[in-house]
């Protein structure tokens, strides 16, 4: 069976300071992944999406990347952290190819506080 | 106007009452629907697909309506535990993005 691993679970970063966050997916080949943010009390923004290796798509503009080493490895990154970054990311995965009623499966999320 | 909308509630139903949700989507090239659930502070859930004929899962039923864009989940006799956030999202295969809405929130009382 798949399942998505997401690290770490809560994160304390200061202002100005680096990000890293990993996801990675096991037991399915060639799935779309997928970053989301969600800010306290507010719904699921899309950051980005990857189709394939190397292949990142960006939703909204902001001073996050994405990147996509590994055909099942997606990571999340900042130089440097604002305030409003703060939030619950939320790593997805679903099964690659047109046509296909493929839900979003999500990973525990991870819980960032800038500060 | 967002891609997709919901009404954030809050819903304070009693237990056993029946409850229905609509979300509207603006884009008429969506493919693929569903419904999610999402307990506090926690990742959300899938809860069903929607399909173009409308289907059912126990007490929930969801139904798509193509002409005026909007879906629906509707829930039958309703449990303490169906208490959550429910969000609807929507898949532009072209894309392969998921959009979703802003969730509903149900609350149900003794």
């Known amino acids: 069976s798949q399942t998505i691993h997401q690290w770490p679970a809560t994160l304390v970063q200061p202002v100005g300071s680096p990000l890293s966050l990993e996801c990675t997916v096991e037991?399915?080949?060639?799935?779309?992944l997928y970053w989301y943010r969600q800010a306290a009390g507010r719904g699921l923004q899309l950051l980005f999406y990857s189709v394939g290796i190397g292949q990142i798509s960006s939703e909204v503009p902001q001073n996050l990347s994405a990147s996509r080493p590994q055909d099942r490895q997606f990571i999340l990154s900042s130089k440097k952290l604002l305030l409003s970054d703060s939030g619950f990311y939320l790593c997805?995965?679903?099964?690659?190819?047109?046509?296909?009623?493929?839900?979003?499966?999500f990973g525990n999320g991870t819980r960032l506080t800038v500060t | 106007r967002k891609e997709v909308e919901q009404d954030p509630g809050p819903f304070n139903v009693p237990e056993g009452a029946t409850v229905a949700f609509n979300c509207t989507y603006s884009n008429s090239a969506s493919q693929s629907f569903f419904w999610y659930r999402q307990d506090c502070r926690k990742e959300p859930k899938l809860l069903m697909s929607v399909y173009s004929s409308g289907n059912e899962d126990g007490r929930f039923t969801a139904q798509l309506n193509r002409a005026s864009q909007y879906i629906s989940l509707l829930i039958r006799d309703s449990k303490l535990s169906d208490s959550a956030t429910y969000l609807c999202?929507?898949?532009?295969?072209?894309?392969?993005?998921?959009?979703f809405g802003s969730g509903t929130r149900l609350s149900i009382r003794p």
């Open positions: 997805a995965w679903s099964v690659r190819g047109r046509g296909i009623n493929s839900p979003l499966h």
């Open positions: 037991g399915t080949s060639n799935p779309n």
């Open positions: 999202a929507v898949l532009y295969s072209s894309a392969s993005k998921i959009i």
